[in-house]
């Protein structure tokens, strides 16, 4: 009898960084929506070709859906990002092996031991440089993470939210694979905006800008590729 597809995908792809902990995602945006639901299957069906395996999909965002965010992204409906898509997911993906859980705050010096934890795959989809520079270095003092942060920001004057960027940062048994985020990335190591969690309501309205739905697509694609 021929392998099932997850079968085959599974027998092509070293998942260890995935299988050995969580896949937490970060920031459920213009980035965040197609990412978890291209990852939240692949999940699903990695599940389905391991009976005996469990994954964890974790989701993290303080913010909620409203009006403003129609133009962009695919809101399933109005509320807090991290709730209202874990439940989509819940009832779209058939999987009994693979759990997803939410939470529905930004991520804080207070709870990022909560957010991300030992041989986690974190995946960062946020528009915030004070959020990158905390769940970098948090990663820094894992002994084996890997985080995959996606943008679309941009680093040049006038072309904010126009072109995307990713970035790729591992660990494993307490070394550095890749350069972590603030290395090549002065905006980061040195944010000059604040974390969403401190942020006024217009503050947060100041600091958002115009995004392209191409670029999100394409940093989404980057993340899972």
């Not at 679309?152 to 072109?163: Q, W």
């Not at 600091?207 to 590729?225: D, E, G, I, R, Y």
Request: charged content about 20%.
């Amino acid at each position: 009898m021929a392998p099932k597809p997850a079968e085959t995908i599974r027998q092509q792809l070293d998942l260890t960084p995935i299988l050995r902990g969580r896949v937490a995602l970060i920031g459920l945006g213009g980035i965040g929506i197609p990412l978890v639901r291209t990852v939240a299957r692949f999940l699903g069906g990695v599940c389905h070709s391991e009976a005996d395996e469990c994954i964890e999909l974790v989701l993290c965002d303080g913010d909620s859906f409203n009006h403003d965010n129609l133009y962009r992204m695919d809101v399933p409906e109005f509320g807090n990002k991290a709730e209202v898509l874990g439940a989509a997911l819940l009832d779209a993906i058939d999987s009994p092996n693979l759990v997803i859980r939410w939470i529905p705050e930004y991520a804080t010096a207070d709870n990022i031991g909560q957010l991300i934890e030992e041989g986690d795959c974190v995946l960062l989809a946020c528009d915030n440089h004070q959020t990158r520079k905390l769940v970098g270095e948090f990663c820094q003092q894992l002994k084996n993470v890997v985080l995959i942060s996606g943008g679309n920001d941009g680093i040049e004057e006038g072309l904010a939210g126009t072109y995307g960027h990713v970035q790729v940062y591992s660990r494993q048994d307490d070394d550095d694979i890749t350069a972590p985020l603030t290395q090549y990335h002065p905006e980061i190591a040195d944010p000059q905006d604040h974390s969403p969690a401190d942020a006024s309501c217009l503050e947060l309205a100041a600091a958002s800008v115009p995004q392209l739905s191409f670029t999100n697509l394409a940093v989404a694609s980057a993340m899972c590729n």
